[in-house]
């Protein structure tokens, strides 16, 4: 929810509900993106894109909510602002931050992982691989559970 001072915008305060934006996905395609309000400060958010409907969330949604818009096909100072009066302060918005964090942490675990792979196993080198997979799986834990809780969140579901 949008704070002004320290009171929170309503649904019927807000200039617009829904918001819908295009964006481009990595593969060229374009995808519909809508955002809407509802009561209790709650949001709900679809995409049109194929990983939205097989996994339950998209990288689309999360870069939207960290208010990162270099995918949209139309990008607009008004169209952001109606954007940031429906999800700043929101739990899904928290969540999706939670998620991109261990995004990055993920990738970051697995590329030390391969750049630091060894061609032959010699002395103290399982060692260190043993070191860097569990870092691996640890990052691929907390992903594992922010993911989840924001698949919740976005289904609707009470946490």
Excluded at 7 to 28: A, H, I, K, Q
Excluded at 96 to 116: C, I, T
Excluded at 128 to 138: R, T, V
Aim: proline share 3%.
């Amino acid at each position: 929810m949008i704070q002004v001072g320290e009171t929170l915008l309503t649904r019927s305060e807000l200039p617009e509900n829904p918001v819908v934006l295009e964006v481009r996905g990595e593969d060229g395609r374009h995808h519909t993106v809508v955002t809407e309000r509802l009561r209790g400060g709650k949001v709900r958010m679809t995409c049109t894109c194929a990983d939205s409907a097989a996994g339950g969330w998209c990288r689309h949604r999360i870069e939207l909510l960290c208010l990162r818009y270099d995918a949209l096909l139309e990008r607009t100072e008004e169209l952001e602002f109606h954007f940031e009066d429906l999800v700043m302060g929101t739990p899904l918005a928290d969540l999706a931050d939670e998620v991109d964090m261990a995004l990055s942490d993920y990738g970051q675990a697995l590329e030390a992982l391969e750049r630091k792979r060894p061609a032959a196993i010699e002395n103290g080198t399982l060692r260190a691989i043993a070191a860097l997979a569990d870092d691996l799986a640890d990052a691929a834990r907390q992903l594992d559970r922010a993911l989840d809780r924001f698949r919740q969140r976005l289904a609707g579901a009470p946490m």
